[in-house]
């Protein structure tokens, strides 16, 4: 069939790159074909399940025709290719990709986004060296998450959605989540909505369904514990806190960091990473949390009671932003933005403060790019990137940026 442009269509694709978003680039008669659940190499045939947008289409696979050497079984067969794209269960679209290159094709994103949107050149490229690392876990990045949501369907079943659908996909294992999450499947509300499994590293397991609520519960990095809301923003992987915490601490330079400026943590959330500034400069270090979730502010108070100089604000980032007034000498800035990033307004808030050096945390490689781009208009660049797969069988991933002036 030449030229398809109906949904439903077959093709056959051979498959050039990877892009970001989790999908795979093809391309058919000169339109481009983004395309799921395969990876670089392979030649798939594929079904088209969008052709609205006129310059591309999007597919996804159907059976591999000839696979890459880096395919292996599917880490979920509820995602398997095996079975029909539109029963095949989202949010493990790297489940099929042996680690290592699951990695790698992380990396190829990063250097993507920061060459394209980020529009660094090959040498500030080779100086960043950026590369995406394994983190603490087991080896084929199963049982990784420590929080993960399902739905249930209008008949009582309950699993993830279908990829970019609101279809249930029954499923009865997540071998994605710890062992714990995985236990409470059996006894899942079967209440229509959504529904939130969480373990705790200091409690016992639970689901909570919609519209309920929770005691909030307590997390423990080391010797510290944080308390925070059930369904409160926190990092899934169960080593995920202790990496980060350990690199914003590397990332930040002790040359520049003064224990008594006027420290900024910015979309803070219940104080991990001000406790990370307050664990290098000691019980007098001035910081100042700020985060939008008034919950999530409160328990950041209570989680930063042994720093005397910490303080905590329930506002937007952009509105105390906008509400500063004169510069912060000597402060380091922590950002750890949503996926969506910070954004020019908050970039030239922070800039305008003067600060000695910013941290900035980033889920979404593409966002930080662009803020990174932004930052640079301003004479600020990286001075170092480091990358870790904290989301193994997906595509997402961490990246932690020190910036400096100059």
Not at 15 to 24: E, N, T, Y
Not at 63 to 80: F, G, K, M, Q
Not at 139 to 144: E, F, I
Not at 257 to 281: E, I, K, M, T
Request: with cysteine; proline share 8%; hydrophobic share 40%.
């Amino acid at each position: 069939m030449t030229d398809p442009e109906t949904p439903g269509d077959l093709v056959e694709l051979d498959v050039l790159r990877i892009a970001h978003g989790g999908v795979a680039v093809a391309e058919h008669e000169g339109r481009v074909v983004f395309v799921g659940d395969t990876l670089p190499g392979e030649r798939v045939l594929a079904r088209l399940s969008d052709t609205t947008h006129g310059r591309f289409f999007r597919a996804e696979t159907v059976s591999v025709l000839e696979a890459s050497p880096d395919r292996r079984p599917h880490i979920w067969s509820a995602a398997s290719v095996d079975r029909d794209p539109a029963d095949r269960a989202g949010g493990a679209e790297f489940g099929h990709i042996a680690p290592e290159r699951q990695r790698a094709l992380k990396t190829t994103v990063l250097r993507d986004a920061l060459e394209r949107t980020g529009r660094m050149d090959e040498a500030q490229l080779d100086a960043l060296d950026p590369q995406v690392r394994a983190v603490p876990g087991l080896p084929d990045g199963t049982r990784s998450r420590t929080r993960i949501r399902l739905h249930v369907d209008d008949d009582g079943r309950a699993g993830p959605y279908a990829a970019r659908t609101r279809h249930v996909v029954a499923v009865d294992d997540l071998p994605l989540g710890v062992s714990e999450l995985e236990d409470l499947l059996p006894s899942v509300p079967r209440r229509p909505g959504p529904v939130d499994l969480v373990a705790p590293s200091a409690g016992t397991a639970f689901a909570l369904p919609n519209g309920t609520t929770h005691s909030p519960v307590r997390e423990r990095i080391g010797d510290r514990t944080f308390v925070l809301e059930a369904t409160g923003f926190w990092q899934v992987h169960p080593a995920a806190p202790a990496v980060l915490t350990a690199a914003v601490g590397a990332a930040i330079d002790p040359g520049l960091f003064d224990p008594r400026a006027g420290n900024l943590d910015l979309y803070g959330g219940v104080g991990l990473l001000a406790a990370a500034l307050g664990d290098l400069g000691g019980p007098t270090t001035v910081v100042t949390t700020v985060e939008a979730d008034r919950r999530a502010s409160r328990h950041a108070r209570e989680n930063l009671a042994d720093w005397r100089g910490a303080r905590t604000v329930g506002a937007r980032v952009d509105v105390f932003l906008g509400r500063e007034k004169g510069q912060r000498p000597g402060a380091t800035v922590v950002l750890d933005p949503p996926r969506s990033g910070v954004g020019r307004a908050v970039v030239e808030g922070v800039v305008a403060l003067a600060p000695a050096q910013v941290v900035y945390v980033a889920c979404d490689p593409v966002a930080l790019a662009r803020d990174l781009a932004t930052f640079a208009e301003h004479g600020w660049r990286p001075r170092r990137l480091d990358a870790f797969d904290l989301f193994p069988n997906t595509h997402h991933f961490e990246v932690v940026a020190a910036l400096a002036q100059g």
